[in-house]
Structures are given as structure tokens and as C-alpha cells.
């Protein structure tokens, strides 16, 4: 979704601290601002359905469920009021949620006992479940505990017709209970229908983090270079000459599985507004796809049917155009990203995207209402019914009833982004706005839930004057509606009208739908009557939070216990390695890249296809960013943990093979239910695996997002950790291109990896039906390659360079060739002859092909040595084929020609 929903757990603003600014405050990030804090709600995950709305429609009252005229006069004060009971104060202490949560399936809830109860389910198990006390099973054991916030006091104005009796499982929008009556404990009395409904969107686990929360708390997210942390809309580091790049990657994979060209455009839109809401402007994107097959009989098992590809494929098309067509139209390059296949992602596509802003130290904006009587203005489109229950049906399991959630799923418009996002640029620059929040995941909920809670104070609003775009809306649509382009802007009292002008020049409506105040409560009234009262921070910052058991799946010991000592000693062909290089995993993505406009803005310096990393200039500075994001393949299947390190490691290698520093990442972790005991342990092997390599690096993590419920009825998806990097270059002079010239030699940078363990997980060895093996990882080894490369490019001893990944050292090598337009004569020593095919298509993690000038081999060697990282000679770049020998063992030899249209082939 666009916006991100809750903020840190510790009880406070991300500014938890410092005084909370009065009417006049700027809402400028201070020099050195250091967020450090993980705010488990705007790194979202998925938990539970928003429930049925035709209930809450009968269930309001005739002044809510009727349209007021657009124009409504001044509104009047609500007729009564209901105070808490005397002397209630509420307890931080969380229920235990084990015994009634609700089965969640496609959005469908079911009683407990059932057999989605029974261990291996998808639901919360009946037992051995707990709220977070900082000690976590497993993998969790890398968190660290999690402070509650302070319990909330509250007497509210009583909204009309308050709900007394327990709601109905299915009227329950998602939530146990538990958590029904942990609502009751904050504020005192019974939700409405319009505050449980937006209880149940903002403790969903696509907004709350209610299961990924307490392992994230163990993620690296403080640096020197750290300006904005976890917390906010983007990280922001500092990029030198008082500049900084603001950057987040986010999912809209269930928008996508259901109308996938809306879905992703939306999920395009959503990431550029969280930058330019940061007051940057953003100058790139990126994107992580996954599908399944698009070929029947396109996968191992040959189980890839007709009508499944079909889909798969329509679902691919959709995606692809989707993105091409809100990027393009926006004027945002597409430089980078991954693209990969397989079965499990049939129908459960993974669409990410990543964006990357850059903005003055001084203009950055953040999301943090202050000053009493200030200004809340709504900018932007007009509300609709599109994406209600969003953010729910991304906390739901995708079912067969997945064409009925197209009402769910946001309709975007480009242009109108456009000029929303030069509108608030113009802005950021001004001393009028106080903060800016844009209109996402759970719609005004959320904003103004967010901007109140960050601030430390409240809102009130009112909701008859939100422009809308529909007939007869109620509270609850209006409050929930997740219409994309929109932004809640806070003006200081007194220069609405010059903020105003600003965006009337864009042609954007601008309407001022109520003002902050001192009490920390989001107050809404609609009809004259009062519809909501509830505290900021009871929907951001009190979701439960749960650690369930975990253990690994049942068949995993035998899949690791696997034999890859046969497949590795088979001597590799020609005919093997076009294959490989042809196959939908390693081929070109041309047909892809090709229609996105990479070159927007003129900053992109390479570009898709061009490098291992987009590399793009900084304007006005001999500087240039790299940026990569890309993820860890199958190898999630056999290890989550290397998996997600892994990822970070290929990511961090990508900027660093143009001869860029990693300084930060953020990341996009997609992963199935965590009810069950293997999909919890999935999780936290991932999240342990992704910090274990980041601070292996040194590199903080600012920004992120969670994805869970990826998966079908047909099971769920391979976890995939999608990680984004960030590396700086001092001088873009030094950059390194993906290429070798004739007669340049041929080295390999880190452990050569020839050995079986490097087939686990590998393209080559799921393509021949070996899906298992136990993989290994060195993360210190990989992680001195990392930071040895830009010091090789600097000292301008390499000329070339190209990481080794999906495919190995073969596609590797062909792939350099081919970009090269130039040959290569390449000879393994024998130890690889031992094992040939792992020599030539394991997936070790933590290498790299690097081209030298025979005058700096000396020095590469010395570099080497001194760095402690394994080189070895390789061969020379000539001729027109690429030539392998590998020990004893018969040449294997490819034409450049017959290479190329390998790679080249459609999808």
C-alpha cells in the first residue's frame, strides 16, 4: 500500500525525546536527526481480513448512513456523552491471544477447534503462543525486547449508538477477541462500528507488524551516514555536500494477484509519494517481480498446467505494464531491479517497488502533526470507494474469492501524481508546512492516526467536507477509502490560504478538513454527529504483538541430507550452458527494461542491462549513487537464513561491482503465513539472516516493509527477501563498467566455491530435479569482497567487473562476453575438475569477475593479499567464443552469436 500504517513501539513519537514543537515548529529534520528506532507499524506485514462492510452499514445510524450535501454547513456538537468508567486506567499488559483467534483464509474467519487450529494450520495456534516479552524462540533469539508504550487514559465524547455486546467472529474485522476487548482496556468503553473498523484496519498485520515486530527489533539501523531511520515515510542518509538520499522499497503483491496492471501502478504510485512526501524528488525506481511459469509444463515438475501459465502470464503482462505505464508517466526512471520464476508464485506474484529521492539536508519533511489550531489540509483526488478494506485484504491469505476483491484494489492516475508531487516539492521549501503525510494503507485512519501519534497530539476533523467522488459515502468509507494521489498537509494556522494558492496553481483541490489539537485523540464528526474519538496512538502504537512457536518444516532434514556429489561431478556441456543462459531465470530482461524509461531526468549513468548496479549521477557534484535490489532466488527453499543474507550480500556486491561504498539498505521481506509453526520459523530464520549480513557489512537498514499471507490454497510462496542497496561513489570518474577489452585478463575475486554444497538451491541444479542440499555461506569472506572492490576501483586497478549469481560462474562469464562483444579463453585449475559442474554453475555467494590490465595485476594481487580475499587467474578476454577449459576435461566452446541468442530470448 501507499502509505504505511503505525510507528515505533517504544511509546513515542519517532522524536521520543526531545519537546514535542508548538504551533510555530518547523517540521525541518534537525542536522545529524538520527531515527534509530524500528517503528514496527510502517515496516508492515499481513495478518487479517477487514470483515464485512455491509454490516457496518446496517449497523449506523441514519444520520451516518445517509449523504450529507457536499457542502454541508457548519457541524454541530454530538448530543451526548459517554465517559470512561471512574478511576479506569488502562493496563499495558497484553491479553495472551492463544485460544479464539480466528482462522484467517482468503479473508474468511473460522471458530477455534477447527483444523486450521490443529499445528501445521494457517491460524494462530490454540496453545504455546505469547505477546512479546523480549525473549524470542529460535532464530528470534537475535531481537531484543520491546518497550510497551504507557498506558492511555481517556475520556471520550461518546460517539452515538455504541456497540456493547461482542461483535460476531465476522464482524470482527480481523481481530480476536483478545484484542477486541484490549480495545475496550484503551479506550475505555466499546468501539463503534466506524472505530472498530478502523481497529481492525490499523491492527492488521499489514499495518501493526503484530507477528514481525519483535524480530525486526534486532535489525541494524544506526550509521554515521544515517539521517532518518526506520520511523518515517524513508530512510535518509547523508550523501555529502548537503544533500541526502531518501529511499524505501514497498510490496503490492495482493493488489497485483487480483488486478494486476492497477495493482502495480498503484504500488508504484504509493512508493514515489512516501519520497517526495520526505520533501525529495525522486530520480529513480526499481522492481522485484516474481511469478510463476509462464510456459505450461515450465517448471521441474512439469505440474505448470495450461490455465495456470495462462494466468501466470497475464498476471506478468499486467505487472510489466502496469509499472511502465505510472513510471513513465510520472517522469521517474526505471533503472533496475530483479525478475524471477517459480511455481509457487503462481497466482501469489510478488510485486515490489523500490524508489530513491534526493534532498537537501534542510528540506526534509517529516510526518509529525504539532501546533494547536494548525491547518489539516486534504490535497489531491477526490475520495472514492476504490481499496476499501486494502489493507486488510493484504493481511489475508489469497483464496478462490480473489476476483471479488477487485473492489479492494486502488485506481491510480499518474498525471494527478505528477502534479501532486511538484506541488508538495514546492512546499517542502516553504516554512508554511508543518508536516506532510500521504493517504495510503488504511486511508485518513492512518494519517491522521500517524501524523497525531508521531506529533504527540490530536486531530479533529471534519469529514463532510472531504471532496469525494461518489454518492452517499459514510463515515467508515470515508475514513478507510484508500483513493490513491492524496496527502494530508499540516499548515500553520494563518497561511492556509498561501498554501492553498500553491496548489490551485497545480490545479489540485485543497480543502481543509479540520485542525490539531492539544488532547492525543483523532476526533471525527460526520453528519453533526460525532463518529470516532479515539487516541492516536491506541491504533498505531498498542497491537498486540506475538511470538509463536517455531520449528522448521518437517521434510527439511531430509532435503538438506541430499546428495549433490553425483550432479556436481557431471562434466558440463555447450549445450548445458545455452540452456542455462537461456532459461527464464538467467536470460535477458531486455524484453522487460525496454519499456521503461530509463534515461528520465538524465542522471541515470547505467542503466538497466548496463551494470550490476543503476548508477546515476548526484547534479551539481562530481558524485554519483549506486542502487540494486535483488533477492536470493530457491535458496530460501533449503535456508532462509543464508537466503537473506545471501540477498544482501548480492545486492551490496552489485553497487559494489561498479566501485560504489554500501552505506545503507532497505528491504521487502515476502514470506507466507507465520501462523503456522514453519511459516514463524521462516520468518525469523529470514530477519536473523538479513541482520547477521548487514552488520557483517557495516550497512544500516532505514527503511523497509514486510509482506506476509503470500500464498494459495496450493501452499505458500519461497520466502523471498528482497533487499535494496544503497552505494555511494565519491567521483563517478572512477566507476567501473560490467565489460572486459581484448586482451584485459580474466580474474576471480573470493572463494572460488567448487564444490557440491554450492549447488543447493542453484538454477542448474533445480533445472535438473536436485531440490535439495545443504548450502554453506562465509559471510566474512563475502563481506571483505564487498569492501574490497570500490577500493580496487578508486585505486583504478580493475577495469571490469561482474558478480557471480543466479547461474554461476557460466552465465557469469557469458553474460560479460556478451556485453563485452568480445571472447574469452578461460582455464579452471583441477581442483575444479573434481567437481565440473559446481566449478562452473554453483551459486556460492560473495565472487566476482573482474577484468585487469595485465600492467595491474601485480597490484590486484598485493590488494588482495592485503585485504585477505582469495584471487585467482582466470584466462584473457579474446576472440569471438567463449572457451572453458576445466582441468582434464574435454574444452567446452560457445560462439558469441550462438551465446547472444540465448540470452536473448522472449518471454
Not at 544503497?726 to 567501473?736: F, I, N, S, Y
Not at 558478480?803 to 560479460?816: E, F, Q, Y
Request: charged fraction near 20%; hydrophobic fraction near 40%; proline fraction near 7%.
Amino acid at each position: 500500500m501507499a502509505s504505511g500504517c503505525g510507528i515505533s513501539r517504544s511509546g513515542a513519537s519517532a522524536s521520543a525525546g526531545t519537546e514535542r514543537p508548538g504551533a510555530g515548529a518547523s517540521r525541518r529534520a534537525p542536522a545529524g536527526l538520527v531515527d534509530r528506532r524500528w517503528r514496527a507499524g510502517r515496516h508492515r506485514g499481513h495478518a487479517a481480513a477487514l470483515g464485512r462492510l455491509g454490516y457496518l452499514h446496517r449497523r449506523l445510524g441514519p444520520g451516518e448512513r445517509d449523504q450529507p450535501p457536499l457542502h454541508a454547513g457548519p457541524h454541530r456538537r454530538a448530543r451526548g456523552r459517554l465517559s470512561a468508567p471512574p478511576g479506569a486506567r488502562h493496563s499495558a499488559e497484553q491479553p495472551d491471544p492463544a485460544g479464539d483467534r480466528a482462522g484467517r483464509r482468503g479473508g474468511r474467519t473460522r471458530p477455534p477447534g477447527s483444523a486450521a487450529h490443529r499445528d501445521g494450520g494457517h491460524d494462530l495456534p490454540d496453545r504455546d503462543a505469547g505477546v512479546c516479552d523480549g525473549s524470542l524462540p529460535g532464530a528470534a533469539r537475535h531481537g531484543s525486547p520491546g518497550r510497551r508504550a504507557a498506558a492511555l487514559t481517556l475520556s471520550p465524547e461518546a460517539p452515538p449508538a455504541p456497540s456493547r455486546a461482542l461483535p460476531s467472529p465476522e464482524d470482527l474485522h480481523g481481530l480476536t477477541s483478545h484484542e477486541y476487548g484490549r480495545i475496550v482496556e484503551l479506550i475505555g468503553r466499546h468501539p463503534n462500528p466506524v472505530e472498530l473498523a478502523m481497529f481492525g484496519a490499523m491492527w492488521s498485520e499489514h499495518c501493526a507488524y503484530k507477528h514481525s515486530g519483535p524480530l525486526l527489533a534486532s535489525l541494524p539501523t544506526e550509521g554515521e551516514r544515517v539521517l532518518v531511520g526506520p520511523g518515517e515515510n524513508a530512510g535518509v542518509l547523508d550523501i555529502g555536500h548537503g544533500l541526502a538520499a531518501v529511499f524505501k522499497v514497498e510490496s503490492h503483491n495482493h493488489p497485483s494477484a487480483v488486478e494486476p496492471y492497477q495493482g502495480a501502478a498503484t504500488g508504484v504510485g504509493g512508493i514515489i509519494r512516501d519520497i517526495f512526501t520526505m520533501g525529495a524528488r525522486p530520480i529513480a525506481l526499481l522492481n522485484g517481480l516474481r511469478f510463476g511459469p509462464l510456459e505450461a509444463g515450465g517448471d521441474d515438475s512439469g505440474g505448470t498446467d495450461a490455465a495456470t501459465a495462462a494466468r501466470n502470464r497475464y498476471l506478468f503482462d499486467g505487472v510489466v505494464s502496469g509499472i511502465a505505464g505510472y513510471g513513465n508517466c510520472v517522469g521517474i526512471p526505471d533503472v533496475g531491479g530483479e525478475l524471477f520464476f517459480d511455481p509457487s508464485y503462481s497466482g501469489n506474484p510478488l510485486v515490489n517497488a523500490m524508489c530513491l529521492g534526493i534532498a537537501r539536508h534542510d528540506e526534509i519533511t517529516l510526518a509529525r502533526a504539532a501546533g494547536a489550531g494548525n491547518a489539516l489540509l486534504l490535497v489531491g483526488a477526490a475520495t472514492g470507494r476504490d481499496g476499501i478494506a486494502g489493507a486488510a485484504f493484504a493481511s489475508a491469505v489469497l483464496g478462490e474469492d480473489r476476483d471479488a476483491r477487485r473492489p479492494a484494489v486502488q485506481v491510480g492516475n499518474p498525471f494527478l501524481e505528477k502534479l501532486l508531487m511538484e506541488a508538495c516539492l514546492e512546499l517542502s521549501r516553504s516554512d508554511a508546512v508543518v508536516a506532510m503525510q500521504d493517504l495510503g494503507a488504511a486511508g485518513l485512519t492512518c494519517a491522521l492516526a500517524e501524523l497525531s501519534a508521531r506529533g504527540g497530539c490530536g486531530a479533529e476533523v471534519d469529514l463532510d467536507r472531504v471532496p469525494r467522488r461518489e454518492g452517499f459515502m459514510n463515515a467508515l468509507e470515508l475514513l478507510l477509502s484508500e483513493s490513491q494521489e492524496r496527502m494530508l498537509v499540516v499548515v500553520k494556522a494563518g497561511r492556509e490560504a498561501e498554501v492553498e494558492s500553491v496548489f490551485a496553481r497545480f490545479e489540485l483541490p485543497a480543502v481543509a478538513i479540520g485542525r490539531v489539537v492539544d488532547d492525543p485523540v483523532v476526533r471525527c464528526r460526520f453528519g453533526g454527529q460525532l463518529a470516532c474519538e479515539l487516541p492516536g496512538r491506541a491504533l498505531v502504537d498498542e497491537a498486540p504483538r506475538y511470538v509463536l512457536p517455531a520449528a522448521p518444516p518437517g521434510d527439511l532434514a531430509d532435503r538438506l541430507a541430499a546428495d549433490l556429489a553425483p550432479l556436481a561431478a557431471e562434466p558440463p556441456s555447450a549445450q548445458g550452458l545455452l540452456e542455462l543462459v537461456s532459461a527464464p531465470n538467467c536470460r535477458s530482461r531486455r524484453p522487460v527494461w525496454r519499456r521503461y524509461d530509463h534515461m528520465n531526468g538524465t542522471n541515470t549513468l547505467a542503466g538497466p542491462g548496463d551494470a550490476d548496479g543503476a548508477l546515476l549521477r548526484i547534479k551539481g557534484t562530481p558524485a554519483a549513487v549506486a542502487v540494486s535490489l535483488d533477492g536470493p532466488g530457491r535458496l530460501a527453499a533449503l535456508d532462509p537464513r543464508s537466503a537473506a543474507a545471501s540477498a544482501a550480500l548480492e545486492s551490496a556486491l552489485n553497487v559494489a561491482c561498479s566501485g560504489a561504498v554500501p552505506i545503507g539498505a532497505t528491504n521487502c521481506l515476502n514470506l507466507g503465513s507465520p501462523e503456522p509453526r514453519a511459516g514463524y520459523w521462516a520468518l525469523a530464520e529470514t530477519v536473523a539472516g538479513l541482520g547477521e549480513a548487514c552488520r557483517a557489512l557495516g550497512v544500516p537498514i532505514v527503511s523497509g516493509n514486510v509482506s506476509l499471507y503470500n500464498e494459495t490454497t496450493d501452499g505458500p510462496i519461497v520466502p523471498a527477501a528482497l533487499v535494496g542497496m544503497l552505494g555511494l561513489l565519491e567521483d563517478r570518474a572512477t566507476a567501473v563498467p560490467m565489460r572486459w577489452r581484448e586482451g584485459h585478463e580474466i580474474w576471480m575475486l573470493g572463494a572460488p566455491g567448487w564444490e557440491p554444497a554450492s549447488l543447493a538451491g542453484a538454477e542448474h541444479a533445480w533445472r535438473t530435479g536436485e531440490l535439495g542440499g545443504r548450502p554453506r555461506l562465509d559471510l566474512e569472506s563475502a563481506a571483505r569482497v564487498v569492501r574490497l572492490l570500490p577500493m580496487l576501483a578508486t585505486e583504478r586497478i580493475i577495469a571490469g567487473s561482474h558478480d557471480l549469481s543466479v547461474g554461476g560462474l557460466g552465465v557469469a562469464l557469458a553474460r560479460m562476453a556478451i556485453a563485452s562483444g568480445c571472447g574469452a579463453i578461460i582455464e579452471l585449475p583441477a581442483p575444479a575438475d573434481q567437481w565440473p559442474s559446481a566449478a562452473l554453475y554453483g551459486e556460492g555467494a560473495g565472487r566476482a569477475i573482474l577484468s585487469v590490465g595485465a600492467d595491474n595485476a601485480a597490484r590486484l594481487l598485493a590488494a588482495c593479499a592485503a585485504a585477505d580475499v582469495p584471487t585467482q587467474r582466470l584466462g584473457e578476454a579474446h576472440g569471438e567464443s567463449l572457451s572453458i577449459g576445466i582441468g582434464t576435461l574435454p574444452r567446452l566452446e560457445v560462439g558469441l552469436a550462438q551465446l547472444t541468442d540465448a540470452w536473448e530470448t522472449g518471454f
